[in-house]
């Protein structure tokens, strides 16, 4: 790997900044955080995006809020608390890293003494939160790096890398890891449609770290399997259901139904903390955003403007058309109702 390691998070004296995704390519630049309203916008308006580094932002937001709490008793500062976390959880209600790592935050809460002790309790386990999702991308790619073989061209779809971490990356942590290894990987990555994360940030974070890729239009990837120059394909993830049913980026399921077809293998990789154990499949809520997603290019309506549009941000995937899923605990395979019972008990 050459140059500087991508830092999307930083906490630096009571803010908190982050790198500006809509920015990018075009320009690197930290936008700062200090109120947990700029923290809400941030990831509404996917400044910051991707499941693990959501979480993490959400996690440092809950720390911001208690710069609002103005009383000194407890229980009503705890009221107060709630109150915010609940703000943050529903900014983007899709992936479940965000709910899980503000809950966790939130719970620290209640294990403190007084007020006074709060922002420190709380910036310890947001600190502890950061730390440990960035030891999971390290050690996805240590699992993950062993599907890759040298030659392999890897396709892969959205941004699952170090910018929708809080580093490294989870399918692109497969990636580097093999590239550390001396293997020698190429990527193909689809552009995702609309907000093009594949083209803005994957092609920019793997040619930063000079490893070779190449953009596609999201249509061509069934044809690039066709072709046969796909040898694997990994994604990351939004939420994984016990079932190893796998909520993903719009444009993932047509994936994963092509590598069957043309017998490709798919592969996820997402930390322990992307799995729920809880929800049933009919209950993933698919975020809907904004029709002007959709609507216009660069800031040029391309539809008529009599047309709506749709626009599912998500969608998911079955767990018939999963190869497997690479965690920070070790590969889950089929059946996953039982693999991933046993990596995430
Ligand atoms: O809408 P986004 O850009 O937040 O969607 C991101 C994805 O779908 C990623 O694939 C997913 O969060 C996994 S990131 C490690």
């Given at each position: 790997?050459?140059?500087?390691n991508?830092?999307?998070?930083?906490w630096?004296?009571?803010?908190?900044?982050?790198?500006d995704?809509?920015?990018?390519?075009?320009?690197?630049?930290?936008?700062?955080?200090?109120?947990?309203?700029q923290?809400?916008?941030?990831?509404?308006?996917?400044?910051?995006?991707g499941?693990?580094?959501?979480?993490?932002?959400?996690a440092?937001g809950?720390?911001?809020?208690?710069?609002?709490?103005?009383?000194?008793?407890?229980?009503?500062?705890?009221t107060?608390?709630?109150?915010?976390?609940?703000?943050?959880?529903?900014?983007?209600?899709?992936?479940?890293n965000?709910r899980?790592?503000?809950?966790r935050?939130?719970?620290?809460?209640?294990?403190?003494?007084?007020?006074?002790?709060?922002?420190?309790?709380l910036?310890?386990?947001?600190?502890?939160?950061?730390?440990?999702?960035?030891?999971?991308?390290?050690?996805?790619?240590?699992?993950?790096?062993?599907?890759?073989?040298d030659?392999?061209?890897?396709?892969t779809?959205?941004n699952?890398?170090?910018?929708?971490?809080?580093?490294?990356?989870?399918?692109?942590?497969?990636?580097?890891?093999?590239?550390?290894?001396?293997?020698?990987?190429?990527?193909?990555s689809t552009?995702?449609?609309?907000?093009l994360?594949?083209s803005?940030?994957?092609?920019?974070?793997?040619?930063?770290?000079?490893?070779?890729?190449?953009?596609i239009?999201?249509?061509?990837?069934?044809?690039?399997?066709?072709?046969?120059?796909?040898?694997?394909?990994?994604?990351?993830a939004?939420?994984i259901?016990r079932?190893?049913?796998v909520t993903?980026?719009?444009?993932?399921?047509?994936?994963?139904?092509?590598a069957?077809?043309?017998?490709?293998?798919f592969?996820?990789?997402?930390?322990?903390?992307?799995?729920?154990?809880?929800?049933d499949?009919s209950?993933?809520?698919?975020?809907?955003?904004?029709?002007r997603?959709?609507?216009?290019?660069?800031?040029?309506?391309?539809?008529?403007r009599?047309?709506?549009?749709?626009?599912p941000?998500?969608?998911?995937?079955?767990?018939?058309l999963?190869?497997?899923i690479?965690?920070?605990?070790?590969?889950?395979?089929?059946?996953f109702?039982?693999s991933?019972?046993?990596?995430?008990?």
């Amino acid at each position: 790997m050459t140059g500087k390691n991508l830092e999307p998070l930083r906490w630096r004296n009571g803010v908190l900044e982050v790198i500006d995704q809509t920015l990018l390519p075009a320009k690197l630049a930290y936008v700062r955080l200090g109120d947990v309203g700029q923290v809400c916008a941030a990831i509404k308006t996917m400044k910051v995006r991707g499941a693990p580094l959501i979480g993490v932002v959400g996690a440092y937001g809950l720390v911001l809020s208690v710069k609002k709490v103005k009383t000194p008793d407890l229980a009503e500062a705890q009221t107060q608390l709630r109150k915010w976390a609940d703000i943050l959880i529903q900014t983007r209600p899709t992936g479940v890293n965000l709910r899980w790592a503000v809950e966790r935050v939130f719970n620290a809460s209640t294990e403190v003494g007084d007020v006074s002790s709060l922002k420190e309790v709380l910036l310890k386990e947001a600190d502890a939160i950061f730390n440990g999702e960035l030891e999971a991308a390290r050690r996805i790619g240590k699992y993950g790096s062993a599907l890759l073989e040298d030659g392999d061209t890897v396709l892969t779809h959205c941004n699952a890398g170090a910018l929708a971490t809080v580093g490294y990356g989870t399918s692109l942590a497969v990636v580097r890891a093999a590239v550390e290894q001396g293997k020698r990987i190429s990527v193909i990555s689809t552009e995702t449609r609309p907000l093009l994360q594949g083209s803005r940030l994957t092609a920019f974070e793997l040619a930063h770290d000079k490893i070779p890729v190449k953009v596609i239009v999201d249509s061509a990837a069934a044809q690039m399997m066709a072709r046969g120059v796909v040898d694997k394909i990994l994604v990351g993830a939004d939420r994984i259901l016990r079932t190893g049913h796998v909520t993903n980026k719009i444009g993932t399921l047509p994936i994963a139904l092509s590598a069957k077809f043309y017998g490709v293998p798919f592969y996820v990789a997402a930390p322990v903390s992307t799995v729920d154990m809880v929800t049933d499949p009919s209950r993933v809520v698919i975020e809907e955003r904004n029709q002007r997603e959709v609507l216009y290019v660069a800031g040029r309506r391309v539809a008529p403007r009599s047309v709506e549009a749709l626009n599912p941000a998500f969608d998911v995937t079955p767990p018939e058309l999963v190869t497997g899923i690479v965690t920070d605990r070790g590969m889950a395979g089929p059946p996953f109702v039982e693999s991933l019972r046993s990596l995430s008990g």
